[in-house]
């Protein structure tokens, strides 16, 4: 049966408060930090509320509550996996409320640039595009996020379409700079032999053959290579067509 809390009833609240100051504690107590996300304190307070009703202790909200055993015992928050594995070794416990400064650090940068890219909230920053570009891959957002710093001379890089001539007059990613395509690669990728040191972005119709051609460049000596998932059939962005 599933135990139904009123959320609005004075006992709740009353209890809430209770917790807040139990999680304040923690904080103190281990020299941590809340996550700076706090939509994600809030659910777990409340969580850690409704287990104190119902079950007399705030056992972690994350996890299901059992009858104890000899061997298996519930997570009482803050419980034991958190503070010697999960927070020493993540930077934050399973539930994230609990983490320490460079962790919460992290989070509120992935959290602003997110923003940045869903939002539109602003153009991305130089150390936010050059982040970008060390990754193994970026979706279609983030490649649209990085053109529009382009345009706006905040960043460098080269886009790369490695499909055949017929995908590229038919439609590419508008701001593509070179067409190199994998089954002639190697006599087409000479072009760009003075652009090793400059980041590059490549693409294709789903991902895998620009992600084969992003392994050759790098074993070529290109710097920084970073392949689209999914390729142009992900890209949400501005497209053209036509032999130009």
Known sequence: MIRKIDINSNEFKEELEKTKEFTNSVLKLYELVYNPDKEVN??????LTRNSLIYGKRYCPCFMVIEETETE????????????????????????????????????????LEDALINHSRGLLKEECEDLLRQVEINSLELEALLEARKRGVINFTLVD????????????????????????YHAIGRLDDKKDIPVVVYCHSGSRS???????LDLGFKSVTNLDYGITSFQGEKESGDN
């Open 42 to 47: 809030e659910s777990i307070q409340m969580g």
């Open 73 to 112: 015992k519930n997570r009482l928050c803050p419980c034991i996996p958190a503070l010697t594995k999960e927070i020493p070794l993540n930077g934050s416990c399973h539930c994230g409320i609990f983490c320490t400064k460079d962790k919460a650090k992290e989070i509120a940068k992935e959290n602003n």
């Open 162 to 185: 490695t499909r055949e001539w017929m995908e590229w007059v038919s439609a590419r990613i508008v701001g593509t700079d070179y067409l190199v395509p994998t089954t002639s690669f």
């Open 211 to 217: 992600a084969y051609c992003q392994r050759v460049m």
